[in-house]
């Protein structure tokens, strides 16, 4: 299994961004897929996932400007950022599960960070 993460960069404030995790391996519509966040000195932070039944999380920081979708043709889950802070500065990560949950635990399988940098 792996699972490509991209789509990471420099933005400014109020910006967007849009992360894609691509899977091979495993089939992204039949797991829990999700997003954390890690910033130096700090474990990785939920940020949002999509349940295998299409139910839809996320952390209340981002709730309302993030959108997680999964694009089942491509078996990529993307998360459209919008709105962005200083504070979602961080290397974003993608995992997959049996089970939607916030707990870094509940996720067998990780992608390689992308560094997302919010900064004017």
């Known amino acids: 299994v792996q699972l490509q993460a991209s789509g990471g960069g420099l933005v400014q404030p109020g910006g967007s961004l849009r992360l894609s995790c691509t899977a091979s391996?495993?089939?992204?519509?039949?797991?829990?897929m999700a997003w954390f966040r890690q910033t130096p000195g700090s474990e990785r932070s939920f940020v949002s996932a999509?349940?295998?039944?299409?139910?839809?999380y996320y952390t209340d920081a981002v709730l309302g400007r993030w959108t997680i979708s999964r694009d089942n043709a491509e078996n990529t889950v993307h998360l459209q950022m919008n709105s962005l802070k200083p504070e979602d500065t961080a290397v974003y990560y993608c995992?997959?599960?049996?089970?939607?949950?916030?707990?870094?635990?509940?996720?067998?399988?990780w992608g390689q960070g992308t560094q997302v940098t919010v900064s004017s």
């Open positions: 391996g495993l089939t992204v519509s039949s797991y829990a």
């Open positions: 995992a997959a599960g049996p089970n939607a949950g916030v707990g870094a635990l509940m996720y067998d399988y």
């Open positions: 999509i349940n295998y039944n299409g139910k839809t």
